[in-house]
């Protein structure tokens, strides 16, 4: 069964016999459901146990290959995810594919477990036929581990009493976004090779120099940060003068060919992306600019004292 979002059930399978019809001769096959119940592979398959369990067989006479020997032909590679971190604490897709052809392939089962610890460690085996995909779900109440790598596997059918199983790389689970350390914040200053004092006003209408050195705190993530973004606005968090552009790792730069107003005020927002693609901002107070050079006053002298 296949719920609206593309979730899937676990396959119901029933073993069938075909009977010829109560009409003797030509006419039509009728299917009827066997009585008996045999396993149908090595380790104990069959559609009378309940869910989850097998049936008692004789597991020693499954043929179990290396995956590391399995032909290229007969070979699987399965993924999680397109980095090596996730940030859901619930769910993670797996899908995978044969490198060959793999014409010999009768099924495929998938499970999950803690890098380290025993295959299935999280899950029982879900058999899913000729699928190339599923989704963990934790159990209702229970989040997967932060911090934790999950290694997804799979069971490779060839037959009756041959299989093989494959290893996906481990996935982390980073569902810990970027923090902004108390007393910190992002500062526009005169130059990355001076002092680091803030600045609320410049009379250059070309350049803005950012310093965020300390701002951000990404100690409880797995991932760690693993980028900066820098854009700059004329409100807070806009990025309508100069739009967000990775500057990677450093905590300082200078930006410039900027077109910026005399009497308007900037701001700089810093965003920092952790590996697992999570992030958070931090906004400077602003720096104004002035080009207007100071006005002739008058002075009135008075005989008072």
């Known amino acids: 069964a296949v719920n609206g979002v593309g979730m899937r059930s676990e396959a119901l399978k029933r073993t069938l016999v075909v009977r010829r019809g109560i009409e003797s ?11 008996a119940c045999a396993a149908h592979r090595c380790l104990g398959h069959c559609t009378c146990a309940p869910s989850g369990r097998l049936c008692e067989t004789d597991a020693t006479s499954c043929v179990v290959r290396n995956a590391s020997d399995v032909s290229l032909d007969r070979a699987v590679v399965v993924k999680t995810a397109e980095t090596n971190f996730t940030t859901s604490d619930c769910c993670v897709r797996v899908s995978w594919d044969r490198v060959g052809s793999g014409s010999d392939i009768e099924g495929f089962e998938w499970s999950v477990g803690i890098a380290g610890k025993p295959i299935g460690s999280e899950a029982s085996w879900f058999d899913v036929g000729l699928e190339k995909s599923g989704v963990y779900l934790s159990e209702r109440g229970r989040a997967l581990n932060s911090g934790a790598s999950y290694v997804f596997y799979v069971r490779t059918w060839f037959g009756a009493d041959e299989y093989a199983v494959f290893a996906s790389d481990p996935i982390v689970v980073d569902p810990v976004y970027p923090q902004v350390a108390t ?12 002092d680091s ?20 705190d990404a100690d409880e993530s797995s991932s760690g940060i693993a980028k900066y973004e820098i854009g700059i606005g004329t409100h807070r968090g806009m990025s309508d003068v100069y739009a967000f552009t990775s500057v990677g790792l450093r905590n300082g730069v200078s930006i410039s060919s900027l077109s910026l107003e005399s009497g308007r005020k900037y701001y700089t927002t810093i965003r920092a992306v952790t590996s697992a693609g999570l992030s958070w901002t931090s906004t400077s107070d602003g720096i104004s600019i002035d080009t207007e050079k100071p006005r002739r006053g008058l002075v009135i002298r008075s005989e008072e004292r």
């Not at 007393?183 to 001076?194: A, D, N, P, Q, W």
């Not at 209408?205 to 300390?214: D, L, N």
């Open 183 to 194: 007393g910190k914040r992002v500062k526009e200053i005169r130059s990355l090779s001076g």
């Open 25 to 35: 001769g030509s006419g039509a096959l009728e299917l009827e459901r066997s009585v």
């Open 197 to 216: 004092f803030d600045i609320d006003f410049t009379n250059l209408t070309s350049e803005i120099v950012a310093y965020w050195e300390g701002v951000f």
